[in-house]
């Protein structure tokens, strides 16, 4: 049997349950799930997707990268 219900947790940390009178008497294994609500920074970030569309590939990413540590290379003597 599965019993799922939404409630509020009061400030004091403390809740009740109300079980039906069908339930057998005895052991039962009880599972509590907090689901979060979405932080504002989640939908501020998702709302930037797609903002930076067309200004850059993955392939020239990775070609300025491997530039990058050519220069950097050249510079510190490591090949």
């Known amino acids: 049997m ?3 219900q ?3 947790i009061p400030p004091s940390r403390r809740i009740s349950l109300d079980l ?3 339930l ?3 052991k039962a ?3 509590i799930l907090s689901v979060a609500k979405e932080p504002k920074t989640d939908r501020a970030l998702l709302s ?3 903002s930076c569309k067309g200004i850059d590939t993955l392939d020239k990413y990775f070609a ?3 530039a990058n540590k050519a220069m950097e290379d050249l510079k510190t003597g490591n090949s």
Do not use: A, D, H
Request: charged residues 35%.
């Open 2 to 4: 599965t019993i799922e």
């Open 6 to 8: 939404t409630i509020e």
């Open 20 to 22: 039906p009178p069908e």
């Open 24 to 26: 057998p008497v005895g």
């Open 29 to 31: 294994r009880i599972s």
């Open 48 to 50: 930037m997707r797609g």
């Open 64 to 66: 300025r990268k491997q």
